[in-house]
């Protein structure tokens, strides 16, 4: 297909709740000028179209026996193709792959998300089918303190630590694989999760993770 017309540099955030903007204080959604895609939208400027593809509870391969269509696995191939073209695509998911009904350890979890990120490197939504680029993000670390807090029985027992195994597994499963970066936004200063649920991003979170995705698409050196 021809998209000489589309001169924008295009890039998909494909996520769970937090590339949705999930908001802990008020049981909904961060606004326009907070949540991480927009943030970077407005720090990139006019020359970038940043497209926003969250859903709460998406995992990177699981079917969820709770709510149907979670499983990212089934459906980034149909959502990246509906946005082609594309130049970029960032994955930040894992945190919903910790649940304690998958029964998976922090090996497991990374396997999975490597073979999404695969899956998204052999989809049809590339600018002339070339250069494919896939920044995979780890997400913030759930904090122990969830399991005293708010989704402690959607989650179960365990998810903190399974999370916190997920960047040393991953990041060398991906490593010397083309077209794939890789951003662990637990290195991040500002980066963390809220401590009304120990899981979700703050306002500080969604700026500092937009603030790294700006430095990593526009070449800058990511600090």
Known sequence: MNYSNITERRVLCYGDSNTYGYDPARDGRYGETERYPRVLQALLGSEWAVIEEGLPGRTAVF??????????LKTI????????????VTIMLGTNDSKARFGCNSYLIALGITRLVKKALHTDCWRDNAHPDVLVIVPPSITPEYDKLKFRDEMGPGCHERCAGIAAQLEPMLQGIPGVRFLDANLLPGAGCSPLDGMHLTLEAHKAVAEALQKALTGATIV
């Open 63 to 72: 079917d969820d026996p709770i709510t149907e269509a979670m499983n990212g």
């Open 77 to 88: 191939n149909p959502v990246l193709m509906s946005h082609a073209p594309l130049d970029t």
